[in-house]
């Protein structure tokens, strides 16, 4: 038999911080489960309102989730690696099941307003309205709209899976007549940065930290993409680009292989006059 009533500061998982965490249990014993509440909060507000039962015998969760006002910030936190300068707040219900090791999510969660998403290895914002499902293990995007900075818009759909919020695995397609997919700047590579606008369809697929960003695209007027060449020795560093003389007819394609490290991208483009 246990009655708890638990605080804890600044709690983290998976080496994220999220606020303070507040757990009230009671035992009960003709169910022998503890019936609970969890509370997340910040600053005294609570961003999380949990209540159920947990069973501590099977180790087994059965808890309702409710998000009022929740800062989109948390999805940042559960995923750094892939999220930058989220704005915004969500509302809805999510109810959660199963054993710890492998819980299952269901519900639905909304915007209040307007959420943006910072896309941190393209430094990109995008922002959207629309409804995100929960479902089992999955994260789904059904129709997404969503718009850049400069009011371009697109479709998102698509999921990520996932185990507990780890081992994530991303499956999405984005069909757009122009958004922005790129504004890196030389602080962020060296090697190949600038402004992209594009037209077509995209991918993102992948697991982990480990992204492919695949595109079939057209670029748009306001495309500036830079890659610094200052000497032919230099022109050798770049194993990526081939240069050929445009006066000989040649058939011959070669794929790049792709590494292996954070976020990879591979585009087939159509570039247009308008591109520098």
Do not use: C
């Amino acid at each position: 038999m246990l009655n708890l009533h638990l605080t804890i500061s600044d709690f983290a998982y998976e080496d994220a911080q999220f606020g303070d965490l507040e757990i009230k249990s009671n035992w009960k014993t003709d169910v022998e489960k503890l019936e609970s509440q969890i509370l997340l909060k910040d600053d005294h507000k609570v961003l999380i309102n949990g209540f159920g039962y947990i069973d501590p015998i099977n180790s087994l969760v059965d808890l309702d989730l409710v998000l009022d006002q929740t800062p989109i910030t948390l999805l940042e936190i559960l995923m750094p690696f892939l999220f930058y300068e989220s704005t915004g707040t969500v509302e809805g219900k999510v109810h959660v099941s199963g054993p710890l090791s492998n819980l299952a999510f269901n519900g639905k969660v909304t915007p209040i307003y307007k959420i943006g998403l910072g896309l941190k290895y393209l430094k990109t914002h995008y922002f959207f309205s629309d409804p995100v499902v929960f479902h089992n293990d999955s994260i789904i995007f059904h129709s997404i709209d969503f718009e850049d900075d400069l009011g371009n818009k697109a479709n998102l759909n698509g999921s990520i899976t996932h185990q507990s919020f780890s081992n994530m695995k991303y499956d999405m397609l984005i069909k757009t007549n122009k958004i922005l997919a790129m504004n890196t700047t030389i602080n962020d590579n060296e090697s190949f940065y600038g402004t992209m606008l594009g037209s077509g369809i995209f991918t993102i697929t992948g697991k982990g930290s480990e992204i492919l960003l695949k595109g079939d695209v057209r670029s748009e007027k306001g495309t500036n993409i830079y890659i610094p060449i200052e000497s032919k020795e230099e022109a050798t560093k770049y194993d990526f680009i081939q240069f050929r003389n445009k006066e000989l007819t040649e058939t011959k394609t070669e794929n790049y292989p792709l590494v292996n490290s954070g976020l990879n991208m591979y585009f087939d483009v159509e570039i247009t006059p308008d591109t520098k």
